[in-house]
């Protein structure tokens, strides 16, 4: 119910509708004039393409963890399928597609899911604040994004679900948002040059001292970013020991 509201309400989702609904347009239309082995041979590679994007949806499903990474994933087969569809016809229509996802790239963006769950947003200042008082949690972890990553977006429903399964008396979850606050990135060594890899970026603070981050310094040498999960987070950070241990008053 949430996606499909986001579909009618984002124009990002609105643009990727309208864009595939004027393929059918464009289909009755050209079935006036294409021969009659052409639109049978299209008809033939459309069921295909049915198949095929109702086996990856499946697939999909299971594997992805938010909505954002199914979707997004979905949205990007579905372009393959029709340009190569729409190149039966004509290869200026498949042209012509490619242009207008190509302008629905550059001109909108996928929305951020914007529940926080229990986390806070905070600006450097303010996380500054928390961590030296020393009269708010003993752990505070914090996620450094920004909506101009693709990874950030997609792995934007994570970190609040997970703040509302392990927020606790000891541990606090945060959010600073780099895009508005790029200097924090320098301050707590995160790089924002090139492709980006480092967002989003996961750092455990114990009082005032860092004591655990992922992805790790120096990841992106070597790798690509890893996939992120909430089991992949929460045992990088051993967040249910941290739980254990605020039940038991350790």
């Given amino acids: 119910m949430e996606a499909m509201k986001q579909v009618v309400s ?5 643009s990727h509708f309208m864009a595939f609904f004027s393929y059918f347009v464009v289909r009755s239309s050209a079935a006036a004039v294409l021969s009659p082995h052409i639109i049978h041979h299209l008809f033939y590679r459309e ?12 697939i999909k499903i299971t594997k992805e963890e938010t909505w954002e990474e199914f979707i997004d994933n979905m949205l990007f087969y579905a372009k393959l399928l029709l340009v190569a569809i729409a190149s039966i016809m004509d290869y200026h229509l498949a042209l012509w597609f490619l242009v207008v996802f190509l302008v629905i790239y550059i001109l909108t963006q996928q929305p951020v899911f914007q529940k926080l769950g229990i986390s806070n947003k905070l600006t450097p200042l303010q996380l500054e604040a928390l961590l030296t008082e020393g009269k708010t949690s003993r752990y505070w972890l914090v996620e450094f994004r920004a909506q101009c990553s693709s990874t950030c977006i997609r792995a934007s429903r994570i970190f609040p679900e997970l703040s509302i399964a392990y927020s606790n008396k000891n ?56 996939h992120i999960t909430k089991k992949l987070i929460a045992h990088h950070f051993q967040l249910d020991r941290l739980r254990i241990e605020s039940v038991h008053g350790d």
């Fill in 10 to 14: 984002e124009t990002y989702y609105l």
């Fill in 171 to 226: 541990v606090s979850f945060g959010i600073v948002d780099l895009g508005l606050f790029p200097n924090a990135a320098e301050k707590f060594g995160i790089s924002l040059g090139g492709s980006m890899g480092q967002l989003p970026t996961y750092i455990l603070f114990e009082n005032n001292a860092e004591i655990n981050r992922f992805p790790a310094f120096g990841f992106e040498e070597k790798f690509s970013h890893p």
């Fill in 47 to 58: 069921i295909q393409a049915v198949l095929a994007l109702s086996l990856l949806a499946a």
